[in-house]
């Protein structure tokens, strides 16, 4: 299945008996009920490391973009409208500043690596602290509370995976402990941003800026206030797609797949 | 601004030093102000990570398709997202690096972090260590690297030597999945054959953040073309970095003034 769709529910099960296998494109399955799936005797499988180097790089691009304002910056140099570039018109820097990032897995470890050649100062806050070679090959600091991550960092990337406990990991209590001059990023899921939350704090610059490649539902309604502000940046959840990894995650599908139907292994099966 | 002419120049008999914010000095005619006496400098460390990081930024901009996706994003007519729409990989590709200098340097230091494949075209190679630590590999014919590389990105300074280094010749070596960006001066591409290339697809797309002239007169077909970035030349248009061109640009002043060695003599 692609992008969410179709919706796995009772009743599609129950209308295709000989179902042996959902494999799913991306990492993520937080649109799968697998307790339900299980109990139709369905598999499940994913693509969970082919998406990682994309969705990293979305992170920087995302982050660059909001700092150096490329959007609209791009919009003044095409506008009929436009007769000078003004000499005060500014944006921020990303090399030398801060980075939090939280959600160290495969894709977070990723954009440490990237960050890392930025000169950026790396915090992360994840479920377990990495092992220390890991994190002095990337220069990051453990932050054991997410609040000490959220009180220093100049950009905080969330790549987490979404679970219950990852809901509206960022609320209102956190964006305030963000600094007013501190952009989030979002490459993980939209619920994981209680997104009223963001709007307010965005519109009473209680954060400076957010870049969101992932917000709920996608896309959003047309009339959405995060769709009007000039310091936000939406990009229609694209972290993985490149005609390279979308090949590539499409192969370990049909592998999947065929694995699955032939009763061997599967890979990439989610348990 | 403000324009440094003969006029100008003979109006200010006790000028001694005129400090330009930037690397840049081509707007300035060096022979004529020389010829008043006067020094000129310019701020080359203040703009080197600023400038580095809008080529990357551009780069990934370019190949994610970012302003596109963001179009797509908010668009009143959008419905849902479309599953096959796509960019390009930046991880693992090759970059060609033409103008291989402090902005230049910085520039592949970021983009190994990418796991890039790193060539690079300079007046002179650099030394073994310099390239060992980025990975880069030293293409004497710059036509070696139009060929190989994924994405070119322009960091040269411009002189007589530069002035439409990239013309219809050179973007007809490059692979037509290629993207040019341009973080150096516009007069570096010859603007006319850039504006074929990509109508007729000789390469996939550009990002400049340079043109010349800034602004582009309206109705240049640049303007109208969906495969081109154009940013308002933001190479070093940062809150920290403006204030560091300030500092750099007073401290090479005050040397000039007070007769100590200057920093950053042109």
Not at chain 1, 225 to 246: D, F, Q
Request: aromatic letters at 4%; hydrophobic letters at 45%; charged letters at 20%.
């Amino acid at each position: 299945m692609w992008y969410h769709k179709p919706v796995i529910d009772k009743e599609l099960l129950q209308s295709l008996p000989m179902l042996k296998v959902v494999a799913s494109s991306g990492v993520g399955i937080d649109h799968l009920d697998l307790n339900l799936l299980s109990s139709f005797g369905v598999k499940v499988s994913n693509t969970p490391f082919v998406v990682s180097t994309d969705t990293a790089d979305l992170g920087m691009a995302l982050m660059l973009a909001s700092a150096r304002r490329l959007v609209e910056g791009y919009q003044m140099a095409v506008s009929p409208d436009t007769e000078y570039f003004p000499a005060d018109w500014l944006g921020v820097e990303v090399s030398g500043t801060t980075l939090g990032i939280i959600g160290m897995g495969t894709i977070g470890y990723k954009v440490a690596q990237r960050a890392k050649a930025f000169d950026m100062k790396i915090l992360y806050h994840n479920r377990n602290q990495r092992n220390k070679e890991e994190e002095s090959a990337v220069g990051a600091i453990y932050c054991k509370k997410i609040d000490d991550l959220l009180q220093q960092s100049d950009f905080v990337i969330l790549a987490v995976v979404l679970t219950p406990q990852t809901r509206k990991l960022i609320g209102k209590r956190e964006l305030e402990l963000m600094k007013p001059t501190a952009t989030l990023i979002n490459i993980s899921r939209g619920l994981v941003v209680d997104q009223d939350a963001l709007v307010e704090a965005l519109q009473n610059k209680v954060i400076k800026a957010a870049a969101l490649d992932v917000t709920y539902p996608e896309p959003l309604p047309r009339d959405h206030p995060l769709l009007k502000m000039k310091n936000v940046v939406v990009t229609p959840h694209i972290g993985s797609a490149t005609k390279e990894t979308r090949r590539l995650m499409m192969e370990n599908m049909i592998e999947s797949m065929q694995a699955a139907l032939r009763g061997l292994p599967i890979p990439n099966e989610v348990l | 601004r403000p324009t440094i002419d003969q006029e100008l120049l003979e109006s200010l008999p006790n000028l001694k030093v005129i400090a330009n914010s930037g690397v840049g000095v081509d707007h300035l005619d060096l022979r004529m102000i020389s010829n008043f006496g006067v020094k000129v400098t310019n701020t080359p460390h203040a703009v080197a990570d600023s400038t580095a990081d809008i080529g990357m930024a551009l780069m990934l901009a370019s190949a994610r398709r970012l302003v596109e996706g963001c179009q797509i994003a908010i668009s009143p007519d959008t419905k849902y997202f479309a599953v096959d729409w796509l960019g390009v990989e930046v991880t693992r590709a090759t970059l060609g690096i033409i103008g291989m200098g402090n902005i230049g340097y910085k520039v592949a230091q970021r983009a190994k972090a990418f796991e890039m494949k790193i060539l690079y075209h300079n007046r002179n190679q650099r030394k073994k260590e310099e390239e060992q630590a980025v990975g880069a590999h030293y293409c004497e014919k710059m036509e070696d690297l139009l060929q190989q590389s994924d994405f070119v990105m322009l960091v040269v300074n411009l002189t007589p030597k530069t002035h439409k280094l990239i013309g219809k010749r050179e973007l007809g070596l490059m692979k037509p999945t290629a993207t040019l960006i341009n973080i150096s001066r516009g007069a570096v591409v010859d603007q006319d054959a850039l504006v074929e290339a990509l109508q007729n697809k000789i390469i996939m797309a550009a990002a400049l953040d340079v043109t010349y002239p800034e602004p582009l007169p309206r109705d240049h077909p640049l303007l109208k073309l969906n495969n081109i970035i154009i940013a308002p030349h933001i190479g070093t248009a940062t809150v920290q970095a403006i204030r560091m061109m300030a500092e750099e640009a007073i401290a090479n002043m005050l040397a000039v003034l007070n007769g100590q060695p200057v920093p950053s003599e042109v």
